[in-house]
């Protein structure tokens, strides 16, 4: 049990007899995680239940009380469960705070991990090419963003390759990958949905960042309305017995990774012409993921199985209806979903907050009314330029989600004076990185913690640029302790940089002298104090302690050219 890595209660007791060899020894271990499951006798298990019965099994064994909730709200917590029994499902909640979006990825389940907001990069995702290993597609059954309006995405190939792996399961980095991940995005939603639904500017992703565009937006299974779940409160906690959730987790891991219900659905299914490539997909699997939940002996009946197929489209819809609203073109116009049932009747699925919006249903194409930028005349154009604030010699401040447009780069020759202000990393090198792939830096004087610290400063400077993949450092030493201390701390920051798919080398020789940053792009930049010409601030409150560009700099000569 112990070499299985089985997590177990286990209670410790003192051992007062001096002469034994051990103080402590355990009185009493409890196993709170399976060793070994049985989906054969799990099943068997469920065959004791009628179909309502097992839905209440289920949210008793996530802590809800089923007794106090609609049909419909049940039928929405069990979509919160989707994405843990079906593999390469796309999911997504939007609704507001405290309603229990993200719980059911953090608590409920080991095979699930949530990833709160912050950079998501390619390399922690999807691979790492300096570590050559899988990210995290590769070890979980369910990768979760919650705060999902927090996303950062420094590389437009994260978002790409995330396209690609959403689509159909597989990516490319220099290899190919093939993982089973589900990924699922939750996140708030703080307008009104019934003024949201009858606007014409807003749509129900409002709360996605800008890189989540409509071909993500695509690739989404079910779209779960949160503003329809209660607040979290003591009234919908269950006082009665369900699974405990390591055995329903380890139920649904299994199913997951073992069981395919496609097929099943493929030959029971008929959808309406509206329905097209995607929409059939993403209502399927939607349809497979709760019969994986809810019937995971045996075939449900018609009755049933059309109330999941009616709440798959619902969901599908949603999505479609704001891909519709934000599309200049009819590209998603279908939104009309359709099934037949049993006996040959169309029905046509509506979702309840937006049936009678008509901003909705037939969204407005002004876009299509307006004058294209490359049509404006120069009569046109010349008021507009006139507002236009002068432009400063200074490029502007990077910004790593914006498109860049490379500036027209020159040789620089000027010398920073003692007591200035206004220069940072970013200013200085930032347009001459774009392009380049490797810089080295000579800099003899990256020993003292404050001059690693400029060194760090530095490299925050170099992840923004998603070219670049290698760094060379050069520096200097002054003895052996020096250099185990320089060593270590170099170490740390060479490890950090991986994370980022970014490979820091390190050459330590104590004869150096020279200083300058060489980019493989041609560009040469000297400065003459190296990486450490700022004035040290005189405490940790001081302006300019964090942000280098109001930092008082020490004098410097700086030349940048072109070899």
């Excluded at 298990?45 to 209440?56: H, N, S, V």
């Excluded at 009569?379 to 490029?395: F, G, V």
């Excluded at 010409?533 to 030349?559: A, M, N, W």
Aim: aromatic letters at 12%.
């Amino acid at each position: 049990m112990l070499e299985g890595g089985i997590w177990a209660e286990v209670t410790i007791a003192h051992n007062d007899v001096d002469a034994d060899n051990y103080a402590f020894y355990v009185e009493e271990l409890r196993p709170i995680q399976l060793s070994r499951f049985d989906f054969e006798h799990y099943r068997e298990g469920r065959q004791e239940f009628t179909r309502d019965e097992w839905l209440d099994v289920i949210l008793r064994s996530v802590g809800l009380e089923p007794t106090h909730l609609s049909k419909r709200l049940k039928l929405h917590c069990i979509a919160r469960l989707t994405p843990l029994v079906e593999a390469n499902f796309n999911f997504i909640e939007l609704g507001p705070r405290g309603t229990g979006k993200s719980y059911f990825f953090s608590e409920f389940s080991p095979y699930s991990t949530l990833i709160s907001g912050g950079q998501a990069t390619k390399a922690i995702l999807f691979y790492n090419n300096a570590r050559q290993r899988i990210g995290l597609v590769g070890f979980w059954d369910t990768v979760a963003f919650d705060e999902v309006s927090g996303i950062k995405v420094k590389d437009p190939d994260t978002i790409q390759i995330m396209k690609d792996y959403m689509a159909n399961g597989r990516f490319s980095r220099g290899v190919d990958v093939i993982a089973d991940a589900s990924m699922a995005f939750v996140g708030n939603f703080d307008l009104s949905v019934d003024q949201v639904v009858n606007s014409t500017e807003y749509d129900l992703f409002q709360p996605l960042p800008p890189q989540l565009d409509l071909a993500v937006m695509d690739r989404f299974a079910c779209y779960v309305p949160g503003w329809e779940m209660p607040k979290n409160s003591s009234a919908y906690l269950t006082e009665h017995y369900g699974f405990i959730t390591d055995y329903l987790a380890e139920a649904f891991h299994y199913q997951f990774s073992h069981t395919n219900r496609y097929e099943e659905v493929n030959q029971r299914l008929r959808l309406g012409q509206a329905v097209e490539g995607r929409d059939e997909k993403g209502i399927k699997k939607t349809v497979c993921a709760f019969l994986k939940i809810l019937h995971p002996d045996s075939a449900p009946t018609d009755e049933e199985f059309e109330e999941y197929v009616v709440y798959a489209i619902e969901c599908r819809r949603r999505i479609k209806e704001q891909m519709n609203k934000s599309k200049p073109d009819d590209e998603f116009a279908n939104v009309h979903l359709s099934y037949f049932t049993a006996d040959g009747q169309e029905i046509v699925v509506y979702c309840p907050e937006s049936r009678h919006a008509v901003a909705t249903q037939n969204p407005v194409r002004k876009e299509l009314d307006e004058k294209p930028q490359d049509k404006i005349s120069h009569a046109d154009r010349e008021p507009l330029a006139s507002q236009q604030p002068p432009q400063t010699e200074m490029p502007p401040p990077l910004k790593p989600d914006a498109q860049h447009v490379e500036p027209q780069l020159h040789e620089q020759h000027f010398t920073i004076l003692y007591g200035d202000i206004g220069y940072s990393y970013e200013s200085i090198l930032g347009p001459y990185l774009y392009g380049a792939k490797e810089i080295t830096v000579e800099d003899p004087y990256i020993r003292l913690p404050h001059q690693i610290q400029n060194f760090v400063r530095f490299c925050e400077t170099i992840v923004k640029i998603p070219t670049v993949k290698r760094i060379h450092l050069l520096t200097g030493y002054d003895d052996k302790t020096q250099l185990a201390d320089l060593k270590n701390r170099l170490v740390e920051k060479q490890q950090s940089l991986l994370e980022f798919d970014e490979i820091l080398d390190i050459r330590c020789n104590p004869n150096m002298h020279d200083r300058e940053i060489r980019l493989d792009n041609g560009w040469v930049i000297k400065i003459g104090r190296g990486l450490d010409f700022y004035q040290r601030p005189h405490s940790r409150f001081e302006i300019g302690t964090h942000d280098l560009s109001l930092r008082k700099c020490l004098e410097t000569k700086v030349d940048i050219f072109r070899v």
